[in-house]
Every structure is written in C-alpha cells, then in structure tokens.
C-alpha cells in the first residue's frame, strides 16, 4: 500500500534515518515521524540515539532515529516528500554540514539500486555510519544492503560496538 501519489508497482520495506542537533531534537524527530506515517505503511520507529557530530565538528550532539515502512511510491516522489518534512520543520543548509533542525534521509528502498542526480539509493555513505545503522539495526535488522549483500545487523558489527547512547522515543 502506498499512501503517495502516481505510486505503481508493489510495495518496498523503505529505510529513512532521521537526525536533528538545533531546537527541540526530540520534539522534531517525532514530528517526522508523524509525517512518515502517512507516507509509509506499517511504520515502526527507532528509539532516539544521542551521538556526536561526524568530523570533529564543532556543533551540538545530535539525536538520531530510524524508521522502517513500506511504499510503493516512485523514489524520486518520495526523496520530494522527505525534503518537504524537512522544510516544514524549518530546515536551512547555509554550508555543508550545518547544524540541523531535522534532516531527513532515504536509505534503502528494497532491493532498488538507483543513482541518479539528485537521488542515490541506497544512502552512499549510511554502510559507515554508525547514527544510521545502529537506530535502523534496533528495528529492521535483516534488512538487506543491495550493494554489499550484508544486513543492517552485519554492517553494523562490522563498524565495531563503540557509540552513542540510546533514549526514549
């Protein structure tokens, strides 16, 4: 079931990683997921994942989150919809890396492999981050990277054990 328009096609387990260090992190995580919900079905939320800015750069921690559902939308209509939810939680890019309200991101779209301008499936860089595996291992596991063939719980392992520290949703 997809809840976007012009969706065709059966449905995919779709990945998004949320992540926000300005405001009221909790507040804006919950609220992308509140928005999630109507764009995939049967969606299952991460706990919240505290963790330090990638690069040594010198901003506030971040939380970060997972969520896992199911869409058969077009992923170019659906990577617009999750740039629309960071829009409407106020969300600038004044620089590379800036610190965020929210910043919302596709990471796997079942087995779909896509690049293009603009849009990359799977996420290129998620394989080494830990804020993104370690909230989508807590819920989606056996999820599996199209590209490595390795499981959400395997890339993880693979990165070590070392991280951020988990709270409430």
Not at 11 to 20: D, E, F, M, Y
């Amino acid at each position: 079931m997809s809840f976007l328009p012009g969706a065709a096609g059966e449905p995919r387990r779709i990945a998004v990683g949320l992540g926000s260090n300005l405001g009221d992190r909790a507040a804006y995580l919950r609220l992308a997921a509140a928005r999630l919900r109507a764009v995939l079905d049967r969606l299952v939320v991460s706990p919240f994942l505290e963790t330090e800015p990638e690069h040594g750069v010198d901003q506030p921690r971040y939380l970060n989150a997972a969520v896992v559902g199911f869409s058969a939308a077009d992923p170019h209509a659906l990577l617009h919809r999750l740039l629309a939810i960071e829009r409407e939680a106020g969300r600038s890019r004044p620089y590379p890396q800036a610190p965020r309200t929210l910043d919302v991101d596709l990471i796997l779209a079942g087995s779909l492999v896509l690049q293009r301008p603009g849009i990359e499936v799977p996420h290129p860089r998620f394989r080494s981050r830990r804020f993104v595996l370690q909230p989508l291992a807590a819920v989606a596991p056996d999820l599996v990277d199209p590209v490595s063939g390795r499981t959400v719980r395997e890339l993880l392992v693979r990165l070590g054990h070392a991280g951020g520290r988990a709270g409430g949703a």
